[in-house]
């Protein structure tokens, strides 16, 4: 499966920000088949010494049209979302978005309906500064 085209940027800004990668695909069973989620993450919290343990699918948003890449996205967040429920529920999912993304498609208030309709976590990247620029629960 090929990588998205901002992959590394979104994976370095995970190490920057404490995380470490553990899984460069994340590879989840299902029945029949194995799905690959991007990246599979993990950092230590706060005193009790706990990990906390996060799936990451990357998206650019290049393609079609911003729609239709939403509409892709959805549909495989929901479908890995169940898989990792089933066989690591212990880890949370997060589509990342790039900023001009966010700051467009994903305001509109029926994408926020959708958002808020199928429980999306969102962790929002900057392309040029390579950073994470907010993380949405």
Do not use: C
């Amino acid at each position: 499966m090929a990588k998205d085209r901002y992959h590394q940027l979104v994976k370095n800004a995970l190490i920057a920000e404490g995380w470490t990668v553990t899984d460069d695909p994340l590879y989840i069973p299902t029945f029949k088949r194995t799905v690959q989620v991007d990246l599979g993450a993990e950092r230590l919290i706060g005193a009790e010494k706990e990990n906390l343990k996060i799936a990451v699918e990357i998206k650019s948003f290049i393609g079609l049209s911003e729609i239709h890449e939403f509409y892709k996205a959805l549909g495989q967040f929901n479908y890995y979302q169940l898989a990792i429920e089933e066989t690591q529920p212990e880890r949370i999912l997060f589509l990342a978005v790039p900023l001009d993304i966010y700051d467009t498609l994903f305001e509109e208030p029926l994408t926020q309906k959708v958002i808020e309709r199928f429980g999306l976590k969102i962790i929002v990247y900057h392309v040029q500064e390579e950073k994470i620029e907010k993380w949405i629960s």
